[in-house]
T-cell receptor, first 115, second 113 residues
Framework: AQSVTQLDSHVSVSEGTPVLLRCNYSSSYSPSLFWYVQHPNKGLQLLLKYTSAATLVKGINGFEAEFKKSETSFHLTKPSAHMSDAAEYFCVDSRMGDSSYKLIFGSGTRLLVRP | GAVVSQHPSRVICKSGTSVKIECRSLDFQATTMFWYRQFPKQSLMLMATSNEGSKATYEQGVEKDKFLINHASLTLSTLTVTSAHPEDSSFYIC?????????FGQGTRLTVV
């Protein structure tokens, strides 16, 4: 079965410093992986997705993620954090259900950005 | 871009009443929609997969008689929380699949008093 594990429940960085949000996946075959961001009391916004076309995936707002099969990881990074990046981030995988593919969310990582 | 509209954004209801939440795909047809529940400071939990013209597929542990899902058209799915109780208070989010993409509504904050 597929699943994703987000290794950190909270990450705190200073504005202008790099961001690293960790995600490991477990799958018997090449997964489809996503990173979503959720600002307080808001819906979800897709940052990027991996679908095997390229291992380094560039997303919106300067975020990117690298798919590393040898490490079964799909960590999210950004070179320089901005105050507006403070939010909840979810690593998500796509799993086949009874009738269609469905998204299963990781436990989430709350990113705090200090001025 | 594709937009999913969820309504209402907030609702307060009395214990024992039913509440209906709508999820509409505005510029694409969605044969498959999904309903999630999110408790404070927690992740999204998939409740059910809604398929147009057929019965919804519920995740283990989700009461199908409590959370009624109807997907009568290619652009509308509804979630009805029946006989709501305070423990049903939560943030409910819908998602619509526009293969290979998934689009999310803005969520509905349900408070049962």
């Amino acid at each position: 079965a597929q699943s994703v594990t987000q290794l950190d429940s909270h990450v705190s960085v200073s504005e202008g410093t790099p961001v690293l949000l960790r995600c490991n996946y477990s799958s018997s075959y090449s997964p489809s992986l996503f990173w979503y961001v959720q600002h307080p009391n808001k819906g979800l916004q897709l940052l990027l997705k991996y679908t095997s076309a390229a291992t380094l995936v560039k997303g919106i707002n300067g975020f990117e993620a690298e798919f590393k099969k040898s490490e079964t990881s799909f960590h999210l990074t950004k070179p320089s954090a901005h105050m507006s990046d403070a939010a909840e981030y979810f690593c998500v995988d796509s799993r086949m259900g009874d009738s269609s593919y469905k998204l299963i969310f990781g436990s989430g990582t709350r990113l705090l950005v200090r001025p | 871009g594709a937009v999913v509209s969820q309504h209402p954004s907030r609702v307060i209801c009395k214990s024992g009443t039913s509440v209906k939440i709508e999820c509409r795909s505005l510029d694409f047809q969605a044969t498959t929609m999904f309903w999630y529940r999110q408790f404070p400071k927690q992740s999204l939990m998939l409740m059910a997969t809604s398929n147009e013209g057929s019965k919804a597929t519920y995740e283990q542990g989700v009461e199908k008689d409590k959370f009624l899902i109807n997907h009568a058209s290619l652009t509308l799915s509804t979630l009805t929380v029946t006989s709501a109780h305070p423990e049903d208070s939560s943030f409910y989010i819908c998602s619509a699949r526009d293969s290979p993409n998934y689009h999310f509504g803005q969520g509905t904050r349900l408070t049962v008093v």
